[in-house]
């Protein structure tokens, strides 16, 4: 499984309620979740999906929710 990992702008539970139909509409993801505690509000992806793919549709889906991420490398 590989994980992808996003600095976002996702703040607190209800941006993380905002965001939920987005990243779960999205097939490639197997599991997510927010570090809200973290400075950089680190979004974790987990998936078996080539990354780069799933690296788009992560964006795509934060953007269409209207958030900002940033990959982490």
Do not use: Y
């Not at 996003?6 to 309620?17: A, E, P, S």
């Not at 950089?40 to 964006?59: D, P």
């Amino acid at each position: 499984m590989t994980t992808l990992q996003f600095n976002t702008n996702i703040n607190c539970g209800n941006c993380i309620k905002s965001v939920t139909p987005f990243l779960n509409a999205v097939e490639s993801i197997e599991a997510w979740e927010v570090d809200t505690n973290n400075p950089s509000k680190v979004l974790s992806v987990h998936t078996e999906e080539q990354a780069e793919s799933v690296e788009a549709a992560v964006l795509g889906a934060l953007q269409q929710a209207g958030f900002k991420a940033d990959t982490i490398r």
